[in-house]
């Protein structure tokens, strides 16, 4: 569900900058490294376009201890459980004028503080692919994220070097889990009971 959710998120960000008239088809799923790495390519996908790229993944140990088994039809069905992670997401503004970079940042920060829980029934998104046809149940929220100069600086090196505006958030909690059962416990028929009579 993480590449889903990302992309939920792309979608509904991409709709709401339309409504702003900050443009159309703006909002792109990659990492912003690949512009900083090739600025002078021919036709750059990444031009005058909002990134969303995935920064960092954590995992959530609060939910770490959960039973490794569900009951389906009367028998116990054993699983690994799932990993529950939390998502840090940079949404870089890289507009070809500064003002409108400004401008789609501030139009970012406005849509999350007006919607920053999503789910099955609060969203509607396009399901023109299989692995978004796929989707049925889903829930998370997202909250802005704050890093230290310290942490900012470490992040534009690590992503090339070179800063844009740009927001981090952070999506909180996905769960992910792979479809395999591990085993299968025996239907349960029949129950015995023995009483011990005590004397005194």
Partial sequence: MLYESLEILREQVEIYLEEMDLGTNLVTLDSIAHFIDKPNRDNQPLDNKIVVSLLNLQEEVTLKNQRNYTVQSGKPVYKNTPVFVNAYILFTCNRLEYAFSLRSLA???????GKNSFNHKNTLFSRNTQVMQAVKEFQFTIELYTPSFEELNYIWSMNGGKAYPAAIYKLNILSLEREHVLDEGALLTQVNTN???LTS
């Fill in 107 to 113: 139009a970012i920060l406005q849509f999350f503080q």
């Fill in 195 to 197: 009483f011990k009579h």
